[in-house]
């Protein structure tokens, strides 16, 4: 088994850090675009998905 550096290792996870901050930030950008709109967006909760439905605060992905 071959061993990777330490400054490959810390390369790889900055990069792993920033595709991880990408995609929340796509995804907090469709969220914030489906509210403007007034549409309704599909999350999981865990479970099952739930439809988040714009100025619906009664119901939460935890419900």
Same mark, same amino acid.
């Given at each position: ?6 400054? =490959? *290792? @810390?390369? &790889?996870?900055? !990069? ?5 901050? =990408? *995609? @929340?930030? &796509?995804?907090? !950008? ?6 403007? *709109? ?26």
């Amino acid at each position: 088994m071959t061993s990777i550096s330490k400054p =490959a *290792l @810390q390369m &790889a996870e900055e !990069e792993s850090h920033d595709a991880l901050n =990408a *995609l @929340q930030d &796509a995804v907090v !950008e469709a969220i914030e675009r489906k509210r403007r *709109l007034g549409q309704y967006w599909v999350v999981w909760d865990g479970e099952k998905p739930v439809e988040i439905h714009p100025g619906d605060h009664s119901k939460t992905a935890a419900e």
